[in-house]
């Protein structure tokens, strides 16, 4: 893609001397993360994966490198009349750290719907949390409406020049623990991420190529750079990429710098997160792990290049994840679960768990159902689950259970298969 597209695109609002600054500004700031190779996920992928940790930061994600710009720009009287930001999550608590640390009173406006943790993490961060509305929609109407009233500085997530100069950094260092990257990967919601690293990286090597991901629930950035008008909403696990709307500053540089967007679905995205934990030991939130989940949609896109993914954000509900690792069990079928055709007597359940000790099985749950008319007076229905080693020991153990006479059926979130 020619550099001249893209600078004509940036020259007006962000350039690779602002990116400098910005590292200049958030040096001794903010954590200056670790990028380190991913054997592993080269494994999975076909790829040889390089990692950026912007986990690690003290508010677990990227956003302080923006939130750190944009708040040290400020004037003497802007940093005396305080800042507002609207957020359900990482920006909020990014601005807050920040706003804490340099003095300045911070404003944050949150959706009703906001989980309780996120709220009082950032109230102990220091900024004063207004909760309102059900939507991050109605919460910015609510932030821009007191923003107005009390004279504060707006600090947007992603459609701000400082904001995206800030980002940007995290691609500058890239480039310098791995000036041969071929490709960056990089999450898309409101566009300040990628964009910030596109300018940064093309303009820092030409050749480098920037592949856009997007959750195929919020295809926005797709949608307005290809005029298509695919649907947009539902729940997410990509909770920080679920944006309805991209920014007027950060769209133009997408379109000029980003070779293509991959837009995953939940069951990826869950085996990214998935794979970040039991296969890097890293914590990463349904956002963070995108770009591993759009290398996981596209391998042969992405076969035998040199890859940069940049694990944005590791703030994820602890119960979700134990549900997505449970529910990566079942999808490899280390965890499968039968129904049992039985007598209905004593002993039978012991014999059935002894045999399935035999067969090398873990039991995990047992449920009887003695009601279902398809069985005699004298039977029963058992409902075992399961752990087992992999797909061909569920099949093994499947086979003796039928060799056994107890006429199993493989059951799938509740349901039968037939």
Not at 130 to 144: C, I, K
């Amino acid at each position: 893609m020619p550099m001249q597209g893209a600078e004509a695109a940036t020259t007006a609002m962000v350039t690779l001397a602002d990116i400098e600054a910005a590292r200049r500004t958030i040096a001794g700031h903010v954590l200056r993360t670790p990028l380190l190779p991913a054997p592993p996920l080269s494994a999975l992928t076909g790829a040889e994966v390089f990692v950026k940790y912007e986990n690690l930061q003290v508010t677990n994600s990227f956003k302080e490198r923006g939130a750190c710009v944009k708040l040290a720009a400020l004037s003497d009287d802007e940093r005396s009349r305080g800042v507002i930001a609207m957020s359900a999550g990482n920006h909020a608590q990014a601005v807050a750290y920040h706003a804490r640390r340099l003095d300045i009173p911070a404003t944050i406006v949150m959706p009703e719907t906001t989980p309780f943790v996120k709220v009082k993490v950032t109230e102990a961060l220091g900024a004063n949390v207004v909760l309102y509305g059900e939507t991050l929609t109605e919460a910015q109407m609510r932030a821009e409406a007191i923003a107005g009233d009390r004279d504060l500085v707006w600090v947007h997530p992603y459609d701000d020049p400082h904001i995206i100069a800030g980002q940007g950094t995290i691609a500058l260092e890239m480039l310098a623990d791995a000036p041969d990257l071929d490709t960056m990967v990089i999450p898309i919601g409101g566009g300040g991420l990628i964009a910030g690293n596109a300018i940064a990286a093309r303009s820092t090597k030409p050749s480098i190529e920037i592949v856009g991901v997007e959750a195929k629930l919020y295809p926005s950035m797709w949608n307005a750079l290809r005029g298509g008008d695919l649907p947009l909403g539902g729940a997410t696990l990509a909770e920080g990429i679920a944006v309805k709307n991209v920014g007027a500053l950060t769209a133009p540089v997408v379109r000029e710098l980003v070779s293509d967007i991959i837009l995953v679905d939940e069951p990826l995205i869950e085996r990214a997160v998935n794979a970040f934990l039991t296969l890097q030991k890293a914590m990463a939130e349904g956002a963070g792990a995108a770009g591993l989940a759009a290398m996981l949609a596209a391998p042969q896109r992405f076969a035998g290049r040199k890859v940069g993914l940049i694990l944005c954000g590791g703030n994820i509900d602890p119960r979700i994840l134990a549900s997505i690792m449970v529910r990566e069990l079942e999808r490899d079928d280390r965890i499968v679960s039968f129904r049992l055709t039985i007598p209905d007597r004593p002993g039978i359940l012991g014999q059935i768990a002894s045999r399935l000790g035999e067969l090398g099985a873990n039991i995990l749950a047992v449920e009887h159902h003695r009601l279902f008319l398809d069985v005699p007076a004298k039977g029963a229905k058992l409902d075992v689950t399961m752990e087992t080693r992999d797909g061909a020991h569920a099949d093994e153990i499947f086979r003796a259970l039928v060799d056994d006479g107890y006429r199993p059926m493989r059951l799938a979130s509740g349901a039968v298969l037939e």
